[in-house]
């Protein structure tokens, strides 16, 4: 089964600086997504970016990329000009690549981000 | 909420009793999930639903039961609650209608229900 850890249960930055957020994860599968969810203290799960395991170039989305080593088996998050509103718990997710009616998303237990002013 | 209702958003429970969770979508999606959010555990799968009358297990599916009877709603019924079932759970949605092969991964997710279990 896959396993996805992430080593920070906490981190905070200051408003406008950068944060990385670490996340690895175990699989014997060649094909799959990883993820990035954000959770603000509303409690919707939102989705942040998604990097495709077969794609080398890693996956930007405006202030947040990703820094995918596939031999490594890392993924992590890179929150750059980091704004208030960053605040929530991010978790990383893994998918493998299956047919549509075969999910299995895993999920680690999450960090939980503070940005300061 | 990307059209994604869960009703109730708070509930209290004995041991024993039964309720159930339900979930709407405004959409007109195949896929929808029910996960439980624990501290310090990320989110689990519990059940998922490819399609209207389809159902199957995820990672942690023991204590819960499910119905799809049609394709806006997906329900997950606790038949005896136990203190262990004390969770936020949420509802997810996959989009995407019927034709497509292949999972994307990219969920939708309602509000969350908290339950408490005492």
């Known amino acids: 089964a896959q396993t996805v850890t992430q080593s920070q249960p906490e981190m905070s930055v200051q408003e406008a600086e950068t944060v990385t957020l670490s996340c690895t994860y175990d699989?014997?599968?060649?094909?799959?997504?990883l993820f990035w969810y954000k959770q603000p203290p509303s409690r919707q799960m939102i989705l942040v970016i998604r990097?495709?395991?077969?794609?080398?170039q890693n996956a930007t989305e405006n202030r947040f990329s990703v820094n995918f080593q596939k031999a490594a088996k890392s993924f992590s998050l890179k929150i750059s000009d980091s704004q208030l509103g960053d605040t929530a718990m991010y978790f990383c997710?893994?998918?493998?690549?299956?047919?549509?009616?075969?999910?299995?998303?895993?999920f680690g237990a999450g960090t939980r981000l503070t940005v300061k002013p | 909420n990307a059209g994604v209702t869960q009703t109730p958003k708070f509930q209290v429970l004995k041991t024993g009793q039964s309720m159930t969770l339900q979930c709407a979508q405004d959409?007109?999606?195949?896929?929808m999930y029910w996960y439980r959010q624990d501290p310090g555990m990320g989110l689990r799968l519990i059940y998922y639903?490819?399609?209207?009358?389809?159902?199957d297990k995820g990672e942690v599916p023991n204590g819960y039961n499910v119905s799809r009877l049609n394709k806006r709603e997906f329900s997950l019924r606790l038949e005896s609650a136990a203190p262990s079932q004390t969770s936020v759970y949420f509802c997810?949605?996959?989009?995407?209608?019927?034709?497509?092969?292949?999972?994307?991964?990219?969920?939708?997710f309602g509000e969350g229900s908290r339950l408490t279990v005492l």
């Open positions: 699989t014997s599968e060649s094909n799959y997504y």
């Open positions: 990097q495709e395991a077969y794609k080398q």
């Open positions: 959409m007109n999606h195949n896929s």
């Open positions: 639903s490819a399609s209207e009358g389809t159902t």
């Open positions: 997710a893994f998918m493998k690549l299956g047919l549509y009616n075969n999910n299995d998303m895993r």
């Open positions: 997810a949605i996959e989009p995407g209608t019927s034709g497509r092969a292949w999972n994307t991964g990219e969920l939708f």
